[in-house]
């Protein structure tokens, strides 16, 4: 399986300006710019994509877990915080409330632990990846 997203950028780094479409047309030309990315513009930034991506992803991977476990899943509320500092994204931490019927926050801790390594964009990453996670 192969998945694409395609860039186009017009301009200087401060002045230029970018849309982004992914294969989906979920994205169709959306904009990105200096300000979405530094400031406070309109549009969004490589980051903010980055952290749905890690969030619907590490989601994804703990329901299977959870599930090959033999509990039931009602719901999975994933939050990722990308940390960029002087151009290197630092880290990435998922913040996750998630109800799960009969579970054991020991087990769940494991669980949400093993989806946090294993998850395809967790694997994707070269930085520090941690997670805060509850249940509800």
């Not at 669980?111 to 070269?126: D, G, H, M, Q, R």
Request: hydrophobic share 40%; glycine share 8%.
């Amino acid at each position: 399986m192969k998945r694409n997203a395609t860039a186009v950028w017009q301009g200087t780094i401060k002045e230029g300006i970018g849309k982004i479409s992914t294969q989906s047309k979920i994205l169709d030309n959306a904009q990105y710019s200096f300000k979405t990315r530094f400031e406070d513009g309109i549009g969004t930034n490589p980051e903010e994509l980055v952290a749905a991506a890690h969030a619907a992803c590490f989601s994804m991977q703990l329901s299977a877990f959870i599930g090959e476990a033999g509990f039931e899943i009602e719901s999975i509320e994933t939050k990722c915080e990308i940390n960029l500092v002087e151009g290197v994204i630092i880290g990435s931490h998922l913040i996750l409330n998630a109800k799960i019927a009969g579970i054991s926050d020991s087990v769940f801790q494991e669980l949400v632990t093993k989806a946090e390594k294993n998850c395809p964009i967790s694997k994707l990453f070269n930085t520090e990846i941690s997670s805060t996670a509850n249940l509800i």
